[in-house]
Every structure is written in C-alpha cells, then in structure tokens.
C-alpha cells in the first residue's frame, strides 16, 4: 500500500515509511482512542526531526526576547508593526524603494538581539529616562536603532570569546595528556616496586 510523505509530498511504500503516531481526544466505537498517524520516508523523517527542533528554538528564543522586551519596556504586549520589526532582522529581509523583499531566518538571531539589549541595558535605561519618547512605538523603534548599531560588537565580542574558549579547552587537553602520561609512568614504577619484594 502506497502513503504519501508529510514532508515532501511524494508516495512511497508503507511498510518500508517511519510512522508518527499521536493520540486524539476522539474514540473509536470500540472505546480506543482515535490515532493520527503521519508517514515520512526515512531521510524525509530526519530533515522533519531537524525542522521540528530548529523552528521550537526560534520560538523559545523569541519568548525570551519578547519577554524581555516587555519588562524593558513596560508594556503589556508588542503590537504587530513592532514583530515585523522584529521578524524582518531576523529574515534579515531588506526594503528597497519601499518594497519589501523577503528572506527567511537569514538575518540576527533572536538571542543575538537579546544579548545586545542586554549587553547595553544601563544606555537604553538611561535613554528611556531621559528623551521624549512620547508613545509606545517611538520608545521600541528607538530602542530597537540602539539595539541594531550595537550588534556588530557584541557579535565580535562573542566570536573572540569563542576563540579564547577554544584556546583554553585545547590547553586543558594538553593538560590532562600530560596528566596521564605522568600517571601511567608511576603506575609502572609502583608495579616494579612490587615486584622487587616479590
Ligand atoms: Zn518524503
């Protein structure tokens, strides 16, 4: 029997398909519960796990950033035109002449934002205090600029720390090699030692 793939829409054969299944709420005549059960080709079914995992870090990303936008802010909710703001750096989609065009998560990451709002918390407090920033939406856009010129820095700080990170872990591996040759030289001193009362 033939079924066709959630994720590229082709068919393909059913015993040979991963099947996904999940419990409804609705049930059967005979009292079981009602299964939804979707099928993928093997590989499909990886590149769908992948897909699955990607798009639920976005999202636990964008809460995190959302919530904390919230606090800085004070406001009870982002409005729509402040997401798109959002949502286009992280596309990293471009208006020319007026016209939007769309790209997709090829832009900042969310935590990259979040990191930069953080990183420049005390110059962003000290802004909210002191310009006239007389409604929600100037406060975000305005808010949102800094943010924006302050990127560049916070990701170059980020990839240097990656560096020193990586320098250190290699000098620990060194570390610990030298640890177990020294280790392995005793342990043979001691077994000659032994012996030697033997
Ligand atoms: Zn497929």
Do not use: P
């Not at 049930?27 to 699955?52: P, Q, V």
């Not at 939007?100 to 110059?123: C, D, F, H, N, P």
Request: charge should be positive.
């Amino acid at each position: 029997m033939q079924v066709k793939c959630k994720w590229c829409k082709e068919k393909g054969e059913k015993e040979k398909m991963v099947c996904e299944e999940t419990q409804t709420k609705n049930k059967n005549k005979n009292g079981t519960y009602k299964m939804i059960r979707k099928y993928f080709h093997a590989d499909c079914h990886s590149s769908h796990l992948e897909d699955a995992e990607f798009k639920k870090r976005e999202s636990d990303e964008l809460k995190n950033l959302y919530d904390f936008l919230l606090e800085l802010h004070g406001f009870k909710q982002l409005d729509a035109r402040m997401l798109e703001k959002i949502q286009d750096l992280r596309n990293g989609s471009v208006k020319i002449n007026g016209k939007k065009y769309k790209k997709y998560k090829e832009g900042v990451s969310y935590s990259l934002m979040l990191q930069t709002y953080q990183a420049i918390r005390s110059k962003l407090d000290y802004i909210l205090r002191n310009q006239n920033l007389n409604n929600e939406w100037n406060q975000f856009s305005y808010l949102f600029g800094t943010m924006v010129k302050n990127i560049n820095q916070v990701s170059s700080y980020n990839a240097k720390n990656k560096t020193a990170e990586r320098k250190v872990n290699e000098n620990k591996r060194t570390d610990i090699e030298v640890e177990v040759t020294k280790k392995r030289t005793v342990e043979k001193k001691d077994e000659l030692d032994i012996s030697e009362f033997l």
